[in-house]
């Protein structure tokens, strides 16, 4: 898919095409929106992206992120892609794979076979590597460009565009509670659909279902039929029927 390079300046003019009429933000407003539907994309997408390669650690399973990476998402071993796993998953299943290592022998693996993460900046190898010549090769998410400046430049792809401003739109309408703020709903919806397409693992996930499978106009509707409350009978008694 192609990208473009578009500047904050661009985008602000971008974001005022996209409404009929005199614009209801300011500037600051417009670049906060902006910078938010970028950071919102960043987190469910992957959208920034590099590649590092780090030396694995002698017998040691807990790896740190690199300073430059947010998150990993794909590791291989001397370019050779790992299962990904949990540690909960590896904690009922293996529970001693925190000591096992790839020189142990018996049924544990010569090379590591899995790795999980542990929380956002750190992850997990089992087998631990018992080697000092190999490698890990990391996926990473990199922290979301900051657009401060009129010409601070952010890489886009073109076909994303579209969706990020939309998004961008409905954030600027959050000061704006009513008829404006429902109107623009849609955009919303089209920015997490538009996310999906893109992450397996988002379009997968509770949350997912959470902000797309729920029915928008539910609420507006009445049922079908009014709550009744059958109450068993009860007798009189005869100083009560007297």
């Known amino acids: 898919?192609?990208?473009?390079?578009?500047?904050?300046?661009?985008?602000?003019?971008?974001?005022?095409?996209?409404?009929?009429?005199?614009?209801?933000?300011?500037?600051?407003?417009?670049?906060?929106?902006?910078?938010?539907?970028?950071?919102?994309?960043?987190?469910?997408?992957?959208?920034?992206?590099?590649?590092?390669?780090?030396?694995?650690?002698?017998?040691?399973?807990?790896y740190t992120v690199p300073s430059s990476g947010c998150c990993v998402f794909r590791v291989a071993w001397n370019l050779h892609p790992l299962d990904l796993s949990s540690v909960a998953d590896l904690d009922d299943g293996r529970p001693s794979w925190r000591g096992e290592t790839t020189a142990a022998g018996g049924s544990i693996p010569t090379s590591p076979v899995v790795w999980a993460p542990l929380g956002f900046t750190r992850f997990v190898l089992w087998p631990a590597d018992a080697s000092l010549v190999n490698s890990l090769t990391l996926d990473l998410v990199t922290p979301t460009p900051v657009l401060i400046y009129e010409f601070s430049p952010v890489d886009l792809n073109v076909a994303d565009l579209n969706v990020l401003l939309g998004m961008a739109l409905r954030l600027a309408a959050f000061?704006?509670?009513?008829?404006?703020?429902?109107?623009?709903?849609?955009?919303?919806?089209?920015f997490y659909q538009a996310a999906a397409v893109q992450s397996a693992q988002f379009r997968a996930s509770a949350l997912y279902r959470a902000l797309i499978g729920r029915d928008p106009g539910r609420a507006q509707r009445p049922l079908q039929s009014p709550l009744r409350v059958e109450l068993p009978a009860v007798p009189l008694s005869p100083e009560s029927s007297a």
């Not at 600051?28 to 694995?56: D, F, H, S, Y």
């Open 175 to 190: 000061k704006t509670p009513g008829p404006r703020f429902t109107l623009l709903e849609g955009l919303e919806r089209a």
């Open 1 to 62: 898919m192609p990208y473009t390079t578009v500047t904050l300046a661009q985008l602000r003019v971008q974001l005022a095409a996209r409404w009929e009429g005199s614009p209801f933000w300011t500037d600051e407003e417009a670049r906060l929106a902006i910078n938010e539907t970028l950071r919102m994309w960043n987190l469910l997408v992957g959208a920034w992206r590099k590649r590092v390669v780090i030396p694995t650690i002698v017998k040691s399973p807990y």
